[in-house]
Every structure is written in C-alpha cells, then in structure tokens.
C-alpha cells in the first residue's frame, strides 16, 4: 500500500520542486523590477524625450509611499505677498553648511485624495531634471536638519496640471514645511483661465517662488526668482549661423491677443520689406508647434527664427513666453513687448545687453526704432545673446543650477558675485590683477543735467550743441525757478533725444546733485547752462575717457588748492598751475552713484551750508569723490577759458571777489569736517592721441578740440 502512495507521490513531489524553481524566479524577477524602480524612483534616471511639460517617469507612482489628503487636511495658507528676504527667510537655517548653501529635496510621495483619487499620475520631465540636478549638484544635502533650502517633490511647473488646493495640502504635509519658510516652489506656466494670474495661484505660504512670466506688480524683489519659460524646441538648433537674415523683425507667436495681432498687421502692411509675420497652421493642425505658415506655405518651427535678425517677444494671455529662450537659441535678438514682463533672472542679469525693449504703446514704431540699431550693436547684442543663452539658459540643468547660485548670493551677501561676474564674458575683458574697475560699457551713453534758473536763450543754446554729442542718451534740464514756469514745451528745441524738464521745489544747489529716477546711465554730464563754448567732440571725448575711469570726476574746468604759509590755511586757486585738484562740475562727467552719495551721505552739514550759501557744490562734490576713492579728478583738453562767475579776468567785480573768498573758506572748512585734507593733486591730462599731431584732419578721430 506504501508504493503505490509513494508512487503517486513521486510526481508531487517533482512538481513541488519546480514551484520552487518558478517561485525563485518570480522573486527574482519582482526584486529586480522593484530595484529598478526604485533606481528610477530615488536616482532619477534619464528619460526618454517627450514634449513640453508631457508626462513622463513616475508613471507608476503608486509604487511610492502613500500620504492621503482628506477635506480636513488644511493647506499651506495663503501666499503672503509681503514676503521678503528679510523677513519671511530664515537665514538662522544656513550656517550649517558653513559658506556653503545645502538643499534638501523631499523624497515624493503617492498623494492621494479622499476619494482614493492620486493627486497626479505622473511628473514632467522638466521637474524631474530640475530635481535631479539639484541632487546631483554641490548643493544637495540629503540630511534635512543642516539643510537652509528646502525643495518639495511635488511637481508644480505647469498650473494647468494641477488641482490646487490639493497641492497646497499636499505641501502642508511636508515634514519641515512650517509655513513653508525657506522652501522654494519651481514652476514656469502660473495662472489659468480667464485671467492669468502672472504668479502661481497655489497657496504656498511664506515659501519662494522660483516661477516664469511674474509681473514687476506682484513679483516679491529679492525674494522670488524670476525664471524663462522654457523650450524643449531650442533642443534642436544650431545657433551657429549668425550670417545675413532675410528680415529684419520677425513675429512667430501663435496665440498673442488681438489689439496686438492688428497692429503686427498694420506693420506688416507698412513695412512688407521689413517685417514677417508667421501664424498658426490652419490647414494642419493649428496647435502644431513646430510648424508656422504664412498663408499656405509652411515653415518648421523654431528654425524659422534664423531668418530675422530681431524676433518680437509680445505679452500674451501669459506675460512669460518660450519665444524669449527660443529666439536666443536661434541667435535672433528678442525685442521684448511686455511692460510688466519680470525677466528671467532679473536683478542678475543684465538684459540692456541682450535684448531691446519696447513700450507696448510704441509697438507700432517696432520697425523705424530697430532700423535705428546700427550693425555694431547688432552684433554685440546678439553675441551677448549667445553668451547669457550659452551659460544660463541651455538646459534645464543651467536654469536649474543658476536658481540656486542666485539663492548662495543672497543667502552669504559677504561671498556674491558682483554683476561683472554675472554680465562679462570673461574672454572679452581680461581681469586685472590689481582689481581696478572695468572699462564702463558704450552702449548706454550718458545723461546730460542742466542746471538752469531762468537764461532761456542760453539753455536753448546749449541744448541745441549738446545734443549733437553722439554718446548723449537724454537730456535732463534742473529748473530751479519756482517764480516762473519753464518755457512751454512748443517753443524747447526740436531735438531727437528724449529731453525732460523737472522743476525743483526749492532752489537749492543740491538739486543738481540728486539722483533722479529719469538718469537711467550710470553716466552724468554736469553741465551748467552757460557753458556753451564746448564742443561735440570735446564732450564725446571726455566721455570716452570717463569710460577709462569711471569712478573718478572727469571735465573740462579744473582748480587746485593750495597751503598758505602766511595765513596757515588751504587756498583755493584758479591760476593756471601745473597741477589739478579739483574738476567743477560746471562742465563734468561723473558716476550716478556720486549723486546719491552727495544726497544722502554727505559728511557734516556740508550739504546745508551750501545750499545756504549758493556756493561750493563743486568743491563739495570734489571733497566726496576724493575721500571715498583716493584719488585726484582728470582733465581733459587744453580748454581753461569758461565763462563762470569765478573766472579771473582784469575787471572782476566785487561780488565775485566775495564768492571767490567765500571758496577759499570752503575749503578749509570741509577739509575740517572730514577731518583732513581728502583733495589728491595730479600733474596729468588728457588728450586725444592724435592732438596737435600734424597729420590730416580727417584722418583724426577728434577734430574739433578747441586748445583754450
Ligand atoms: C506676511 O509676512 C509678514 C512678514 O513675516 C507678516 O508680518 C505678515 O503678517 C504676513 N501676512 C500674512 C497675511 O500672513
Ligand atoms: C507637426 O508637424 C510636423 C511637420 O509637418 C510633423 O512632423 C509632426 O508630426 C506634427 N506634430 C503634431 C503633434 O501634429
Ligand atoms: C612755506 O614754509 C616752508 C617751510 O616752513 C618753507 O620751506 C617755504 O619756503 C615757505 N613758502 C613760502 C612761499 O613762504
Ligand atoms: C571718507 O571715506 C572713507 C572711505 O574711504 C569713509 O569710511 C569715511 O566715512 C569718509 N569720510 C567722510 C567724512 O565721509
């Protein structure tokens, strides 16, 4: 009876065995697929290519832990649209790391809500890149008591994707949230139907927003970071080619809104030599973007933009549009059309570089201003271009990683970039070894401010020669008169630089001296309103040489001052001598930033008295610059004659005899307020290399330098 049990037993028993097998080989095969994705999971490993913001990787999220949301999980409270750096961030989280910035990343989780429905089924591939450079990056920290930044898993690129309150509880449930203080939020597409909100309508708290298209009225300065919208598209351009361009502005977007798309019409009527306009494809299919057509010819997309030498960036429903990174990849100069628009990177990046801007209101003068843009500057603006794209905007990863630079600069202010880091390429400008200051960029020109009481010829006189100065961006007319109005603006001079009048409340000297908002160039031409005997390339070179030293008082009419053995006292001279002190500012270049050091940081009551005593502003201006750079004023030209009140001449009258008595004390009685003498001396001028060369005219870069 045994055998025929063992007999029937015998089979069992093989086929146990091969259970075993087969179950070995399904643990096998199951670890092996939980390895992988955990890799997946936790390493963030490539990914295949899709489309913009498609979806991609944790397709299988229910594989991670899960954190339900119910009704009453509450959010993460409103976002608080007074957060700044100084106090919603908690720099007390970041010494941890010594100077070094430490980010955390939260490892993602499987947020599900209450009906067991998952909050999002997948993540982009562009916040998984952002995640996975962050982790790659000397930044990261996977220890979250030492880490200053703290970034949440939880993909919130593009607004549309995402149901909002669940994300704002989902955040809530982060384990450091805590008002979400020191946490920043990546996201590129904000707002939604019907108005857009230029700001991610997630409620985040006191958290930061690294977001694209904010607008300069909700963007929180020094506190948000402002990001491009970016193309997965660039991917697929050569910007190499930078040879001739068949138009001169080009327009590629397809949803921009209708006020602006009549008046892309208009222009394209006016100027069919000049301006191309490319629409959606509506015998293919119209939401194609790669695709543009003109009527039925097709164009590929981004390519398309190779064939202008300006693309026009419009607002649209969104201000942030991905045309910005596409027309820098494509080696197109972006012209930005957005008034609002916060730029990518702002307060680092220097865009006047890069890019134009126009007023939307001007839109329709797009084709006549960018004709204006000479050849040189097309070439500067769109070898910045390829720069600014090269090192901060290629990839995700660069985005990614200069979001948190930016952060390191904020957080450790001591060790920051200054904007030369930022700006300069460093193969354009080699970096000297004894720190001295840049050559100031061309480009920008300077501002002239006239300081005028009521000489209305004369100031007509000497707006009419300064405005042939070719460097002059605008000009800036102080009017000192509260009595009388300034002349109505039909009878100014009709001149082709912006020209703006402001009157003064007081008539006070240090008007002249502040720093208003209108001064857009770091350079100031100072310049009074009889001086009239300066000419065009007098006044462009002496520009040129303040470029040279930008820090520094560079003019025409120069003093000195002297020790008095028999009074034992400084002496203010205006004698010819073989050495200079001070530079007036009658006629002079100088750096903004003196202006606003002379409003607010003058030593003593310096500033009272002068405007007190209608005299010495000069001087006052010559002692600050002085003590705060140690160093002497430059000269430039031949030229000593000025018509001033204290020039010296054989009949000088009483009240100038006062004046001039009146700045001998002023000098003594600033040195004793700053306490010494700050005033430097120099036997130096400067003149244009080819001065009194005898060589032909024409050939002479400045012709027309005066000799006294
Ligand atoms: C926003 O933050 C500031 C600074 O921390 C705080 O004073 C203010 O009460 C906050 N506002 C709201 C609505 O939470
Ligand atoms: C867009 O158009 C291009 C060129 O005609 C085509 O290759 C591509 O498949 C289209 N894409 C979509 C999503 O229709
Ligand atoms: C001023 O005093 C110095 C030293 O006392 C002397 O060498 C110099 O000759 C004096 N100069 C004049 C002009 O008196
Ligand atoms: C003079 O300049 C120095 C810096 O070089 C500054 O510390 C000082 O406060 C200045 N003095 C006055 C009186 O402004």
Not at 515 to 528: N, Q, R, V
Request: aromatic residues 12%; contains cysteine; hydrophobic residues 40%.
């Amino acid at each position: 009876m045994t055998a025929p049990t063992r007999l029937s037993q015998k089979p069992n028993r093989i086929l146990y065995q091969y259970r075993n097998f087969f179950i070995t080989i399904l643990l096998m095969l199951t670890l092996f697929i939980v390895l992988i994705v955990t890799y997946h999971v936790f390493k963030f490993g490539d990914i295949q290519h899709g489309s913009t913001y498609r979806a991609l990787v944790l397709n299988d999220v229910s594989t991670l832990p899960i954190q339900v949301l119910d009704r009453d999980t509450p959010t993460a409270g409103a976002t608080n649209s007074s957060c700044s750096h100084f106090n919603c961030f908690n720099v007390y989280r970041c010494g941890s790391g010594g100077n070094q910035l430490l980010v955390y990343v939260y490892p993602p989780k499987n947020y599900i809500d209450s009906l067991n429905r998952p909050l999002t089924s997948q993540m982009t591939r562009e916040f998984h890149q952002i995640l996975h450079t962050i982790i790659s990056s000397k930044f990261y920290t996977p220890n979250p008591r030492e880490a200053c930044i703290y970034i949440p898993s939880i993909d919130t690129l593009n607004q549309n994707r995402l149901r909002v309150q669940e994300v704002s509880q989902a955040l809530r449930t982060l384990e450091f949230w805590d008002k979400g203080e020191n946490h920043l939020i990546f996201n590129m597409i904000p707002g939604s139907v019907p108005d857009y909100n230029p700001m991610l309508d997630v409620p985040i708290g006191e958290a930061m927003i690294a977001g694209a298209g904010m607008s300069s009225l909700t963007y929180r300065s020094g506190f948000d970071i402002s990001l491009p919208v970016y193309s997965p598209l660039t991917a697929n351009l050569n910007p190499g080619s930078f040879s001739t361009r068949k138009w001169l502005i080009l327009s590629s977007q397809i949803n921009i809104n209708s006020a602006f798309e009549q008046d892309l019409m208009e222009l394209k009527t006016t100027f069919p030599n000049d301006i191309m306009v490319f629409g959606s494809c509506l015998h293919h299919n119209p939401m194609n973007n790669t695709i543009r057509c003109v009527g039925e010819d097709v164009y590929k997309y981004p390519d398309v933009l190779q064939t202008a030498t300006f693309c026009l960036v419009i607002r649209g429903a969104r201000l942030g549009q991905s045309v910005l990174l596409e027309a820098m990849a494509a080696g197109c100069i972006p012209v930005i059309i957005a008034d609002t628009l916060v730029m990518p990177f702002h307060g680092t990046i220097d865009w006047i570089r890069a890019v134009i801007f126009i007023r939307e209101v001007d839109i329709l003068m797009v084709v006549p201003v960018l004709k204006k843009v000479s050849e040189k500057r097309v070439i500067e603006l769109r070898a910045h271009g390829a720069w600014l794209y090269d090192r901060y905007f290629k990839s995700i990863e660069k985005i990614t990683e200069t979001t948190l630079e930016i952060i390191a600069d904020r957080v450790f202010p001591h060790l920051a970039r200054d904007s030369t880091y930022w700006n300069i390429p460093s193969h354009s400008g080699n970096v000297s070894p004894l720190f001295l200051p840049i050559t100031a960029p061309k480009t920008r020109g300077f501002t002239a401010v006239i300081l005028t009481y009521d000489r209305v010829e004369l100031l007509f006189l000497l707006i009419n020669k300064i405005v042939k100065v070719p460097s002059l961006s605008k000009l800036l007319v102080v009017w000192n008169n509260q009595h009388k109005d300034p002349p109505h603006p039909g009878r100014w001079p009709k001149i082709n630089k912006p020209l703006k009048v402001i009157q003064t409340k007081e008539n006070k000297l240090s008007n002249r001296f502040y720093p208003y908002d209108e001064i857009e160039t770091e350079a100031i031409l100072s310049i009074d309103d009889d001086i009239i005997m300066l000419t065009a390339d007098e006044v462009e070179f002496a520009y040129e040489v303040w470029r040279e030293f930008p820090d520094r008082i560079v003019g025409f009419p120069s003093r000195t001052h002297m020790w008095d053995n028999r009074t034992s006292c400084w002496k203010y001279e205006s004698e010819w001598t073989n050495h200079i002190s001070m530079v007036l500012t009658g006629a002079a270049f100088y750096h903004k930033y003196w202006s606003y050091m002379y409003t607010t940081a003058m030593p003593g009551d310096i500033k009272e008295w002068v405007d007190e005593h209608m005299n010495c502003e000069d001087i006052a201006m010559n002692f600050l610059v002085a003590n705060w750079t140690g160093k002497a004023p430059i000269k430039v030209t031949p030229k000593k004659k000025f018509r001033c009140p204290e020039c010296t001449n054989t009949e000088m009258l009483s009240a100038d005899l006062t004046h001039m008595v009146e700045r001998t004390q002023c000098i003594n009685r600033f040195s004793n307020i700053y306490g010494s003498m700050p005033l430097r001396s120099v036997e130096f001028r400067a003149d244009p290399v080819l001065f009194k060369d005898v060589f032909p005219e024409k050939l002479k870069r400045f012709n027309d330098i005066g000799s006294l």
